[in-house]
């Protein structure tokens, strides 16, 4: 049945359908984990009674926030961009500049902490009074390529050899499979490895010291979501300690690329129409900004917690319980009448002797029973 339309019987052959990576998947994945995360809370958030939904909805997605800001900086490639829109060549040796065959496009360049990302993009960049035609209309000319630095994160040889780095390595081999020419002529400026031109090697230095301390304040994330479980005094404290991190993280980053002790000479790319000058890009000003919110963010908490520990224990959810044996004469008349400094969850009143979590991060603990025995006796004799 398979046979009775085919001329010559065989198996089918279908053309090659080449479609271009435009977006990093590592980084599309890591979104939508995170974002399926937050779509499943989303399914339970009627299930949470009043203002409790609230205060869930808040601390949910702060936190999936901050660590997918994380991990997404982390692997991101976005801490030092530039792009431009100039003429080029397209391939090299074959068409010189000013020939017919000469393109038009967008070449960008995105810095990240393993490696970078190139992109050549054909568009009509108005540069010419006659309008823009595609020297190669049969081949649509967008491309994405990556290079790292990173495992091993060595520098390795000068040269391009069995023992050169694993960036100068990739380079040789896009030379060989015929990688257009703006492409190479971007990464050629990071295998320079001699006088003032050390680029490649200030970058990887940049990106090992900061994927370090991005890696800690992920863990510090993991555990300070832990600690708001139990006590808020505590898990404020390791968010402080993250947003130090990652503040430290974009000023380390910053101060290898901006110092002159490996590189004397700012890296700038020149073109026909204009030079590639990157700059800070996405992923250091999103790092920055999640720093320097956890660190207010975190502040706040623990002034908060340490002047109105009843505040925080309803926004975390927490049971802001008194031990009866240290409460004031005061403060029992007003939980008898229905104060707000003894109510549950379940906002109901509560006089308590047993062992109770205070949200300060302490833990109140009834007097022994054999000291009240003979506190007794002494007093009766």
């Known amino acids: ?224 979501i832990l600690l708001f479980v139990n006590t808020i005094h505590h898990g404020a404290l390791l968010m402080l300690y993250m947003g130090l991190v990652l503040c430290l993280a974009v000023f380390t980053y910053g101060n290898v690329i901006l110092n002159g002790v490996n590189n004397s000479i700012k890296m700038k790319i020149p073109f026909q129409d204009g030079v590639i000058d990157p700059q800070f890009g996405w992923s250091w000003w999103l790092t920055l900004a999640t720093g320097v919110f956890s660190v207010i963010a975190s502040v706040f908490i623990l002034i908060l917690n340490a002047t109105r520990p009843d505040l925080t224990a309803v926004f975390f959810h927490h049971t802001y319980v008194i031990d009866e044996e240290f409460v004031p004469s005061a403060i029992e008349e007003s939980a008898e009448d229905g104060g707000p400094l003894l109510r549950t969850r379940s906002n109901r009143k509560t006089k308590t002797l047993r062992r109770t979590r205070i949200n300060r991060g302490t833990t109140r603990k009834n007097p022994d029973p054999f000291s009240i025995a003979l506190k007794d006796v002494s007093q009766a004799a």
Request: glycine fraction near 10%; proline fraction near 6%.
């Open 1 to 224: 049945m398979g046979n009775a339309f085919r001329q010559h019987p065989g198996p089918a052959i279908y053309a090659p359908n080449q479609t271009p990576v435009t977006d990093d998947l590592l980084e599309v994945g890591l979104l939508v984990a995170f974002g399926m995360i937050g779509f499943s809370f989303l399914l339970i958030i009627p299930g949470i009674r009043s203002w409790e939904r609230l205060w869930a909805t808040i601390r949910v997605f702060v936190t999936l926030f901050i660590g997918a800001s994380i991990l997404v900086s982390n692997f991101g490639f976005g801490w030092y961009t530039d792009k431009i829109c100039t003429r080029t060549q397209y391939k090299a040796n074959v068409n010189p500049p000013d020939s017919p065959q000469e393109i038009q496009a967008v070449v960008g360049l995105l810095i990240g902490l393993r490696g970078i990302n190139i992109t050549l993009n054909e568009v009509d960049c108005g540069l010419s009074s006659t309008p823009y035609v595609r020297p190669f209309p049969g081949e649509k000319i967008l491309y994405t390529e990556q290079f790292f630095w990173s495992d091993p994160w060595s520098q390795g040889r000068f040269g391009f050899g069995r023992y050169a780095g694993r960036f100068s390595q990739k380079f040789q081999a896009d030379e060989f499979r015929g990688t257009p020419y703006p492409i190479l002529w971007v990464a050629e400026y990071f295998t320079f490895d001699g006088e003032g031109l050390r680029w490649g090697r200030k970058f990887r230095q940049a990106g090992w010291y900061t994927h370090i301390f991005m890696w800690l304040a992920f863990a510090l994330y993991l555990v300070s």
